[in-house]
C-alpha cells in the first residue's frame, strides 16, 4: 500500500513568487492535513480538508490556501512568498475523522531567498 | 486554545528506559499521538491513545489519562536508533496540536 506522497520534494524560490504544493493521500483515505514546521514554531496546523471541503483552518495569513479534489489529493498554495515561509510542508492524511491511520507523508522542504 | 507541554531535551544509556510526559490544555480532545522523528525527515506513527490506560507496542508503549490530561510515551530496551525527536499531538477539531517536541539522545 502506496504511503502519502508529497511533490516536489524540495524547492527553491524567490520572495514574492507563488508556489503550489501536492500531496496524495493513502488510497482510501478522505481526509488531508497539511503542517508547517519550522525550527521556530515547530509543527503547525495549516488545513484540513474532507471530501473537498475545508473543515478547520488554522492561524495563518490569507496568502496560505489549499483545496482537495474529489480524487481527495490535495493542493496548498502560498502566494507572496516571504523568507519567513522557509519551512518543511508535511502533509498527513486519516480515512476519516476518528484519528487512528493519521499517516504523514515526507514533505516539501521550501526554501525562499 | 491549546497548551502541550514536554520536556525539552532527555539523554540515556543504551538498553536503558526513558519516559516522556505530555501534559495537554485543550478542548473538544479526542484522543493523543506520538510521533518519533530523526532529522531531516518526516513524523513517523508511534501511538495514538483514545481510552484511559497503557498501550504496548513492543519496546514502546503509551499511557493516557484524560482527567489529568496527561500522558507519556515510554521507550524501553534503548537503541542508539532511537535517538530523536519525540512529538506528543493532542487530536481536536479535526487536527494535531503538537508540543514542541523532546529530544532523546542514546549513549553508549
Known amino acids: 500500500k502506496a504511503g502519502v506522497t508529497q511533490t516536489p520534494r524540495y524547492l527553491i524560490k524567490t520572495r514574492g513568487q507563488q508556489v503550489t504544493l501536492s500531496c496524495s493521500p493513502i488510497s482510501g483515505h478522505r481526509s488531508v492535513s497539511w503542517y508547517q514546521q519550522t525550527p521556530g514554531q515547530g509543527l503547525q496546523f495549516l488545513f484540513e480538508y474532507f471530501s473537498e471541503t475545508q473543515r478547520n483552518k488554522g492561524n495563518f495569513p490569507g496568502r496560505f490556501s489549499g483545496r482537495q479534489f474529489s480524487n481527495s489529493r490535495s493542493e496548498m498554495n502560498v502566494s507572496t512568498l516571504e523568507l519567513g515561509d522557509s519551512a518543511l510542508y508535511l502533509c498527513?492524511?486519516?480515512?476519516?475523522?476518528?484519528?487512528?491511520?493519521?499517516?504523514f507523508g515526507s514533505g516539501t522542504r521550501l526554501t525562499v531567498v | 486554545g491549546q497548551n502541550i507541554d514536554q520536556p525539552t531535551e532527555m539523554t540515556a544509556t543504551e538498553g536503558a528506559i526513558v519516559q516522556i510526559n505530555c501534559t495537554y490544555q485543550?478542548?473538544?480532545?479526542?484522543?493523543l499521538f506520538w510521533y518519533q522523528q530523526h532529522a531531516g525527515e518526516a513524523p513517523t506513527f508511534l501511538s495514538y491513545n483514545v481510552l484511559d490506560g497503557l498501550e504496548e507496542k513492543g519496546r514502546f508503549s503509551s499511557f493516557l489519562s484524560r482527567s489529568k490530561g496527561y500522558s507519556y510515551l515510554l521507550l524501553k530496551e534503548l537503541q542508539m536508533k532511537d535517538s530523536a525527536s519525540y512529538l506528543c499531538?493532542?487530536?481536536?477539531?479535526?487536527?494535531?496540536?503538537f508540543g514542541a517536541g523532546t529530544t532523546v539522545t542514546v549513549r553508549a
Open positions: 485543550t478542548s473538544g480532545f479526542n484522543g
Open positions: 498527513a492524511s486519516s480515512p476519516d475523522t476518528s484519528g487512528y491511520g493519521y499517516t
Open positions: 499531538a493532542a487530536s481536536n477539531d479535526y487536527k494535531l496540536s
